[in-house]
């Protein structure tokens, strides 16, 4: 499971990130000073850093020294105010991935994230390769038209973007062939292997994904909720 430490002084902008990160599937760990995330960093592993640049005890910058002195690998986020007379040249320099500014947009913020563990994971190997998602052949969904070369849905004239983890779930619904997908299926086929399953992340993502594809989200259609289990899509003739 992708592990994530954030560095925060103000409890709400931590708490903020905490709830939304931990929405998208990612293990949060939080600190409210330097010298706690210092001591976090040392004792444990995580996938990506969030450091907030003004911080008690130390600073961001010195936490950045502390991990890169060790690691060159982890990345990086640096968290900044608006207004703040911060040298972003200095970050880099320290061995920084990218900066988010408070305040933030939780958009934003999701796709820093995932761009940032996008480009430090390492090469895909060829059994990575084989599941994925867009090599799927185009298929169909009630009225729904799916081309996962794409990353695309489409309704008569209309086009919805789709992620390559809403594409799997809508590939693992379709291929069930009206059989109930349980949740922790689900979760290790979108999430990835070796994460803890979350029905609350699941859920949410589901919810997400049905207010953009379904006609009407609260009689869905394509994604119906099998309770206490799972998912299921069974296909029936659209009017």
Known sequence: MTRILIAEDDRHTRAALEELLGAEGYDVATVGDGLSASKMIESKKFDLVCLDVMMPMKSGFDVCRLLRANDKRTPIIFITAKG???????????????????????????????????????????DQSAKDPTAHVAFNMDDLQVTPSKLRATRGDGTIELTAR??????????????????????????GPGRV???RTIDQTVSQLRKRIERDPKHPRIIQTVYGLGYRYECKAHP
């Open 166 to 191: 809403e594409l799997q779930i809508l590939i693992l619904l379709h291929d069930a062939d009206g059989d109930v997908v349980h949740r922790q299926t689900l979760f290790q086929e979108c999430w």
């Open 84 to 126: 703040e007379e911060i040298d972003k040249v200095v970050g880099f320099e320290l061995g920084a991935d990218d900066y988010i500014s408070k305040p933030f947009g939780s958009h934003e913020v999701i796709a820093r994230v995932k761009a940032v563990l996008r480009r430090c994971q390492p090469e895909p190997s060829e």
């Open 197 to 199: 399953p979350n029905s």
